[in-house]
């Protein structure tokens, strides 16, 4: 038998729909931003991603999908969409004279991760990133974006905000912060690496000996140059106007390195331990991080079965529809296969070719979620009627064939 990876998973019937449905949804408010879409390979160089992700992030330390190509390139499976997307504007030399771009995107992304709920290896985003504009404005536009889409699923998030300032500022408060750890003992292993490559990433880790270390930590908000705390308070004040619920979480410096001022998170309370739905922020340093000619970006992007999971726990159950039409013996299955053909002129008819017992038939009809079930044995065959049972009411009876269309 051979099974799907583990931390992969098959979207079939409903589930499909529902993908596609939560995709439209996320295009059109979009489009109303005025994105457009962008497509790119799932795979690229490991070097993209070791260079923008950062060394020090989990996903190019541990979670890459990476192997080596038939031409000898280093290669692998695209862990998240901005990297890609950002090559792609600088491949088109978009970043020579710093074009205005805003672009969507959704997709399979990789990530060797443990698979638990809401943690897939092949999960999907759909993500935004825009390029070319350093105004505040559009930090503001591309939050009250996300929190449309939101609205329009209905699903209830609440947001955290966080400034990681520019190359100045960060520079000063890393030193500060360095020295701060350094002068305690006994950080976890993660955190001892983490400091050596990128010591913000010690603020957000989950160990609470950690945390405890950090209960005095230098904080960033108070270290942050004039020009990033004004647009901090700008964005602030852009989201209050805007009638958006917000929290200032000075431990939010999110899983990748490429990341300076404006940092977010949509978390939801609706699935389980306060998960990430969605997750972007400025990354104006990493065009030229990758070659380009310095310029903006910033962005977001959600996880899809993470959406998913909380609509299909608040869906209630789908209305029943359509006929099941069956027969007890092989000698009715031409017989019902011709009225099916008549009864399909106006219904949705799923016609079984299959002999079973009744109890099986109603069995299969309920997981098939029909409404009505018709049934032709050799009672009902000698009158010349059919056996009838509407599967929300349970009311049943026998109905001539003659009478049928008039009856159901
Ligand atoms: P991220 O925070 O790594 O950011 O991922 C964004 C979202 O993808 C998360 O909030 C979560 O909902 C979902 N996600 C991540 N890993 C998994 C997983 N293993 N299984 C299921 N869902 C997952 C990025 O990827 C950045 N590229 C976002 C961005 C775009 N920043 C700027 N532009």
Known sequence: MINALKGMKDLQDEQALLYEKVIKTCEEVAKNYGFSFINFPH???????????????????????????????????????????????????????????????????????????????????????????????????????????????????????NSLGCKTCMNEYKQKLISFLNSKENFCEDCIRRKELNPIRVLDCKNEHCQNLLTNVPKLSENLCECCKKDYEKLQKLLKDNEMAYECDEKLVRGLDYYSKTAFEFISDEIGAKAAVAGGGRYDRLIEYLDGKSGYGIGF??????????????????????????????????????LGTILRKNHKVLISYEIKKLAKHLNQADISNAKIFLCVGEEEALKEEIFYKNLESKENKNIKLANLENEI
């Not at 789908?318 to 013996?329: K, M, N, P, W």
């Open 301 to 338: 992007a959600m996880g899809i079965e993470r959406i998913m999971a909380i609509l299909e726990q608040n869906q209630t159950k789908q209305a029943r529809d359509g006929i099941y039409l069956c027969a007890l013996d092989e000698k009715y299955i031409d017989e019902i296969f011709k």
């Open 43 to 161: 795979l690229e160089l490991s070097k993209l991603f070791k260079r923008s992700v950062g060394e020090s992030s989990d996903i190019v330390g541990k979670e890459m999908y990476e192997f080596i190509d038939k031409a000898g390139n280093e290669v692998c499976l695209r862990p998240e969409g901005t990297a890609g997307v950002v090559r792609s504007y600088i491949e088109a030399k978009m970043d020579k004279n710093q074009s205005i771009k805003r672009w969507f995107y959704h997709g399979s992304m990789f990530r060797y991760e443990r698979p638990q709920k809401g943690r897939l290896r092949e999960f999907h985003q759909f993500g935004v990133e825009s390029f070319g504009i350093a105004s505040v404005y559009e930090d503001a536009s591309i939050i009250l974006m996300l929190n449309e889409i939101f609205k329009r699923l209905n699903i209830r998030t609440q947001l955290k905000i």
